[in-house]
């Protein structure tokens, strides 16, 4: 189960890395994560005061609103766009097929055949992305560990390098 959960050693390399994170979405995601994360060192600062708990918690809402919303969202919306990237593609290579293309079709496999299959991924993948963010947000809810964690940080990388943008 905890491998499924961690990106393995295949997709954790050097190159997919910086792949991900030099993509506009995963730079804009990473510097929010990492604000988060540094904020909570402050929060974690001003803890031995008797201020930064009640604060870290508001940071910790703070962090799942945007970072849950922006996961959810990109999980989805992934799936989206690879469908309508396949449609769009099937349609352009079948132009001008007409009669000849059905003639040619007949044992093939059906246009669109491997929709259920992309659907699944997409299901397993926001699966993974929800385990990933519970164990983040419950990291992070935790008073002095969640401000000392660079929980959030490390969620977005993972989410980028997983999701193989």
Known sequence: MLKSIIPGPDKLTKKAVMTAITVPEGLIMLIIAVFLDLIGIVFFILSFFGVGIPLSFLLDILGMITIGFWATTRSLF??????????????????????????????????GAGASKKIAKTGANLGLSAVRFIISSLVELVPFLGDITPGWTIFVIFELVQGEI
């Open 78 to 111: 992934r799936g989206v766009v690879e469908k309508a990237v396949e449609d769009v593609t099937e349609k352009v290579l079948n132009v001008g097929g007409g009669l000849e293309e059905i003639k040619n079709f007949q044992g093939g496999s059906a246009p």
